[in-house]
Structure formats: C-alpha cells, structure tokens
C-alpha cells in the first residue's frame, strides 16, 4: 500500500467485492451470521461484535493514524465511554480546563460519582500536568486544538510527563484530525475520534473511534467495545468511510477559509478576542505548527456585547447555521455557553475563560467570500447593539 494520505484514505481497508468485483464493499446490513459447526470459531458471529463494515472502517482509521488498531463507536461520546472504561474506583485523571462539555459532563457527572477522580488543569503548560500528578494517576487527557478556546497542548510534552508517571496519555483528535496531526507519533498512547465531524464531513451520522499501537490496551478496549455495544451500524461505517476518502481536500479548504475568517475578525470592532492557533498572536503558536501541518477550520471569538449581542449576531447570521455539532460541509456556528458547554457550571466555564460573548464557528466549504460578506454583516449588527449599550449606559452616567 503507498503511504500518501489520501491513497490510504481512500484504500485501507477498502478491498474490492471478490464476488461481484464492485470497488466499492458492500454493506452488511446483518444482526447475525449462520455458522458451521457448534463450537467452532467463526470470524464473525453477531455484529454487536464484530461487522465486516465495521472491520474496514477500523482498518481504514487505524492507516490514517498510523495505527496498529482503531475500534469505531456509535458517537464521540461513547469512544470517550470506552477509554473510561479502563479505569477503576479510586484512580486520577487529570483532564485539560478547557475541553468538550461533554466530556466534561461524563468526567464530572458520571465517572466522579463511580469513585473516578479529575483534576483539571492548564494543559498548555507541561509543569501543570507534572504539578497535578499523584500516586493514583492513570491518565493524562489531553484536547487539543482544544474545543472551544483552540488551545494547544504539546502533546510531546504532555506525554513525556504521563509516561513518567506511569499513567497514560490520551489525545481528542478532533478538531485537527488524522491528516493534520498524529499524537501516537508524538508519545500518545491512545487517540480519541468524533467522527461526526471531520471524517465524516457531511453532517449526516454519528461516530466515534479509539486508536492505539499497543496489543495490550486493544484487547482491553475491544472487551469493552463488545460488553458496552454501543457500536455504529454498518450503514454509519459506510456513510463516515465515503467521508473519509475526501478528507484530505476537504481539510484543506477548511484550513484556507478559517485563516481568512480569522483575520477578517481580528479587524472587526464587533470582536473583543480571536482565537485561532495559525494566527501569530495565538499563545501556542509556535507549538500548533511544530505538530500540525496546518491549523484547523475552527475560529472562536469573544463578540463585545455579550449575550444580547449573541443573540443579535443569530439574527444575521445568513449562511452561518446556529447548530450544535461541527466539521461538517455545511458552515456553523454555535454559542459554546448555552450549548455545548451548557453542562459546564457558569463559576467553572468563566473561569476558564468561556465568556458569554464567546462564539464557535465551524467554517464550512461554501465560497469564502460569500461566508466572510454573512459574517461580517451579523457582526455589524452585533455592534450596533453593543454601541447602544454603550451609549444608555453614557446617558445614565
């Protein structure tokens, strides 16, 4: 097999049809498989445990991260589920503060109720995860581009401290995806996937997925992977694998069209704060293009105005679709503190720098031009309301 991503993309995993010489695998929409012999070993018995479709969209993950196993899950959530899973009363992970609320809610709601402890930390300094280590450390979770903030941890750096702490590094590869990251060649020893989002692209499935290169943990999760069975259907294996073999074009203009948003909003006096790692400015810069190859088509920003403007921006958005979910062909925007982070108490979420004012955009595939026209006519609506906050409260004065 060449190693050029998009000929693995395309091709792992993917071998033609033997029967029918159909390039495309067929879809094996079956709950159960007739056997030969009573305690024999069949390579496939019931698909809870094991689906042909599911087997090449696990290969196919497993090329693209340079992987010796990928097990492939029903949503992001329940691949997070299956890495928790590894976990016993009484142990310690130590999480990045700014992350998925989801995540966040099954860490803090769930897992913390089960006896699991989390401490979140300041992921983008090494010294903070060394800080929060303990004896009963098992994992280091790390999210990065960090959702929503973007912010960058080195992930070298982050895995060097869980190795010595005998604990294992885990890496969200959401937002930057296979083709423009691979955490297992930096010292990760887990790699988490949505793959509702990119690998998908197309906003019409949900998924999740687990990479390693250890024997050891793949056998562990695999148990897991069958016991939970919160498993895809062969029908979303088929959907998010016709995804995955444009992902490298795809990921390009996403990339392209998200730096010139970023600048666009840099500009605007809409815009308090960017934030996007391929901007000089960003804080981790440095470190986003030491370990990616480019930097995401994902831009958030704090709107001047807060929640009144938010709400301002919705009403001109345009092409800009206030949706949950991100990484799809389709251009979103969501406001991360009444929805994805809606789990995330206000005294944390500020904290950590989630403002009410803050704005996702997940930059789609549309003309730029015509995105960067919406954007900036909801800005300048946003900024009207934030100019006549300002001026009531001059009168009052």
């Known amino acids: 097999m060449a190693t050029g991503f998009s000929t693995r993309a395309i091709h792992a995993g993917q071998e033609h049809d033997q029967t029918s010489g159909a390039i495309v695998p067929p879809i094996y929409q079956t709950s159960t498989y007739g056997q030969h012999e009573v305690g024999g070993t069949p ?6 445990t094991g689906n ?10 497993a090329a693209l991260e340079n992987a010796a196993h990928a097990l492939c899950f029903s949503s992001g959530m329940s691949a997070i589920n299956n890495v928790l899973n590894l976990l016993s009363a009484g142990d310690h992970v130590i999480a990045c503060n700014d992350l998925y609320g989801g995540a966040y809610r099954i860490f803090t709601k769930l897992y913390a109720k089960l006896g699991i402890e989390f401490t979140f930390v300041d992921a983008t300094e090494a010294a903070s995860i060394t800080e929060a280590i303990r004896p009963n450390t098992r994992i280091v979770w790390l999210e990065t581009p960090s959702n929503p903030l973007l912010r960058i941890t080195d992930i070298r750096a982050g895995a060097s401290v869980a190795r010595r702490a005998g604990a294992l590094c885990v890496v969200d590869n959401t937002f930057a995806t296979p083709y423009l990251q691979n955490p297992l060649k930096l010292g990760a020893d887990i790699v988490v996937h949505s793959t509702t989002k990119y690998l998908n692209g197309h906003s019409d499935v949900l998924g999740g997925a687990v990479v390693t290169n250890s024997d050891n943990l793949y056998e562990k ?3 897991f992977q069958n016991t939970v069975g919160a498993v895809p259907g062969p029908q979303d294996c088929f959907l998010i694998q016709r995804g995955i073999k444009t992902l490298e ?18 500009a605007h006096p809409s815009v308090e704060h ?4 391929g901007l000089a400015n960003h804080p981790q810069h440095s470190v986003a293009a030491s370990q990616m ?3 995401g088509g994902i831009v958030s920003f704090d709107l001047r105005g807060g929640l009144d403007a938010a709400k301002k921006f919705a009403a001109h958005a345009g092409i800009w679709t206030l949706a949950e979910s991100l990484g799809g062909v389709c251009s979103l925007w969501c406001h991360p503190p009444t929805m994805t982070h809606a789990a995330v108490e206000p005294e944390v979420r500020r904290k950590n720098g989630l403002g009410d ?5 997940s930059v789609g595939l549309e003309d730029v031009e015509d995105l960067l026209v919406d954007l900036v006519a909801a800005l300048d609506a946003a900024t009207t309301i934030e100019e ?10």
């Open 249 to 266: 074009l795809r990921m390009k203009r996403h990339c392209e069209s998200a730096r010139r948003i970023a600048e666009t909003l840099t």
């Open 221 to 223: 999760l695999r148990f």
């Open 388 to 397: 006549q906050s300002r001026e009531t409260e001059e009168v009052l004065v």
């Open 274 to 277: 960017v934030y996007f790692p």
């Open 357 to 361: 004012g803050l704005i996702r955009l």
């Open 52 to 61: 042909p479709s599911r087997d090449a969209l696990e290969r196919n993950i």
């Open 293 to 295: 190859t480019d930097f």
């Open 43 to 48: 390579t496939y018995c019931y698909s809870r």
